[in-house]
């Protein structure tokens, strides 16, 4: 019996993102490149658009190598085994050169989820040397601060049943809709349940809403009440650690946002019960500055203006 992906209606914090930066970057990523995935069924066009989709800038590359190393730390300290802040690094910077030199050989365009790809690469921007050198020296001090800050230290005193999932993708329902969430490390600490997120970047104040969004997304999964729960932003860059409020009036607050952004986006649709989406009802930004680091230029036309 064959089995046929349907594109169905979600929502995420990354995804509302998308949608405020542009709305045709909303599209190409949620509704023109799916099906990407295989390029053997695939259109030419669709299976490009699914490339670009999975490309990086440097920083958001980073990032995420950073958010891998720490998901992996955890995962072997649960296990019962340790790493060194001076393996992790080597290993980290490796990773780091590998993956460079493979996305500059455009290895990204065979296999896009297997090969990380970079805008930069795919754009033939000219990036001096020392910014790829600073893009590792903000890895490495992100890396530094997880351990300087005591949090392997911290993970190796939990009992098997104070860890809960590392950077696990899960789900909820929220006004029927499912909601997607992955809290980096959860854990239950004092009575408590600890979220935490770890960022690579600058305090930002949405990113509040993201937590509280895993917040609703505890108390669904793991019946916790708001008031037993903590929601913790870590700065690992910056060095600094932001707990979020996540009372009945800051989960309220989310909700409002959470619905008025499913408005929005279910107002782009022709469709919303069966997701149908057309992209020429989803108009491009009016901040032709966003362009600049845009894979989809060239699709969308504004290429010409970097």
């Known amino acids: ?28 990523h949620y509704y023109g490149s799916w099906g990407g995935w295989d390029p053997g069924k695939a259109p030419p066009i669709v299976r490009e658009r699914y490339i670009l989709k999975n490309l990086s800038s440097r920083q958001q590359w980073a990032g995420s190598v950073v958010h891998d190393f720490i998901s992996e730390a955890l995962k072997g300290i649960r296990r019962g085994t340790w790493t060194t802040l001076d393996e992790m690094m080597t290993r980290a910077r490796h990773t780091m050169r590998c ?13 896009p989820k297997r090969n990380p790809g970079l805008i930069e690469h795919e754009l033939n921007l000219d990036i001096p040397d020392e910014e790829w050198r600073r893009n590792w020296e903000n890895a490495a001090q992100c890396l530094r601060q997880f351990f300087e800050a005591g949090w392997p230290e911290r993970a190796r005193t939990l009992s098997r049943d104070d860890w809960l999932p590392v950077d696990a993708i899960d789900s909820f329902y929220l006004d029927g809709i499912k909601v997607f969430a992955a809290p980096d490390f959860a854990l239950r600490e004092d009575g408590k349940l600890v979220l935490v997120d770890w960022k690579t970047g600058q305090p930002r104040e949405e990113d509040h809403e993201q ?12 019946s916790v009440p708001p008031e037993n729960i903590v929601g913790r932003l870590v700065y690992l860059g910056a060095g600094k650690e932001i707990d979020v409020a996540v009372d009945e009036d800051a989960l309220a607050e989310f909700r409002a946002h959470f619905r008025e952004s499913v408005a929005a986006m279910n107002a782009c649709l022709r469709d919303p019960e069966s997701n149908k989406a057309h992209e020429d009802d989803f108009p491009m930004t009016e901040h032709t500055e966003r362009c600049r680091l845009c894979a989809f230029g060239r699709l969308c036309g ?3 203006e970097r």
Do not use: I, P
């Open 211 to 222: 937590v509280r969004g895993y917040a609703l997304f505890a108390a669904s999964r793991w």
């Open 302 to 304: 504004r290429a010409s």
């Open 99 to 111: 993956q460079f030199r493979d996305s500059r050989a455009g290895l990204y365009r065979r296999s």
């Open 1 to 28: 019996m064959s089995f046929t992906l349907k594109n169905t209606f979600s929502w995420s914090k990354s995804r509302h993102g998308k949608f405020v930066e542009c709305r045709r970057l909303y599209w190409f």
